[in-house]
């Protein structure tokens, strides 16, 4: 497996809403096409996000045609594939019944890969795969781990604290998405997926009405995220 650089310093920020409130009162049926930027349908595109109803390889994806139909209670689905920017579809905002279009964009994007005579900082074990360039101003937490996985922090103290990234590895740590409650959340959001030698990668951004920042890396089984 390659070694992933990731080279930026995070932000860190707390969860400030249940996730349940955040959930639809009703599940909301909503079907429709994706196509790429010429308008030809993508097929295989995953339908995700689906408020915890399935596991990371259960969502249900487009046909040969684009086309899916979902339902589900929550507010934000987001469609994904590797090679793509990732598109939004706010379940909330569809009440006319009528079949929702929605444009996946390729993209350029690569992820940095490491040299393998370089210095980094990451977790010991566990599968990591996530590399960090050590940097004076940037404090290693000390690795601590639970049975199925390992986690380390790396920050900078501000004039609010301590502030940086969450790094977990492990079987059981995550599905390498985002939170859902994040993206349901944000008022922005741009992902990319990207997919290297067979390992799928989601870099998602976000920002909520009150301003506040947060990004996940993840692959099944490893996130970094603030």
């Known amino acids: 497996m390659r070694i992933f650089g990731l080279g930026v310093l995070f932000a860190a920020h707390v969860f400030a809403q249940g996730y349940a409130d955040l959930l639809l009162p009703e599940p909301r049926s909503v079907a429709g096409v994706v ?8 097929e295989g595109a995953q339908i995700g996000d689906l408020a915890g109803q399935r596991g990371p390889f259960e969502d249900p994806t487009t046909d040969s045609r684009g086309r ?6 929550a507010p934000v689905v987001v469609i994904r594939k590797p090679g793509y920017a990732s598109a939004v579809l706010r379940v909330r905002d569809e009440d ?7 444009v996946l964009s390729a993209t350029e994007r690569t992820l940095p890969i490491c040299s393998e005579t370089g210095t980094y900082e990451s977790l010991g074990g566990w599968g990591a795969s996530f590399r960090f360039v050590p940097r004076p101003e940037i404090k290693v937490g ?6 199925d996985y390992g986690f380390r922090s790396y920050f900078v103290d501000t004039s609010k604290g301590e502030s ?3 790094h977990g590895s492990g079987p059981m740590w995550s599905s390498g998405e985002p939170v859902d409650s994040d993206v349901w959340k944000s008022v922005t959001l ?3 997926v990207f997919e290297v030698e067979g390992v799928r990668i989601v ?7 009150d301003g506040t920042r947060w990004r996940t890396i993840g692959m099944f089984g490893e996130t970094a995220s603030y």
């Open 96 to 102: 006319t019944g009528e079949p929702v279009r929605l």
């Open 164 to 166: 940086g990234i969450a």
């Open 68 to 73: 899916f139909e979902v339902t589900t209670k």
């Open 142 to 147: 000390k690795q601590g781990q639970d049975v």
């Open 35 to 42: 196509v790429d930027q010429d308008g030809d349908p993508v």
């Open 190 to 192: 741009e992902e990319y």
């Open 203 to 209: 870099d998602s951004r976000g920002e909520w009405a």
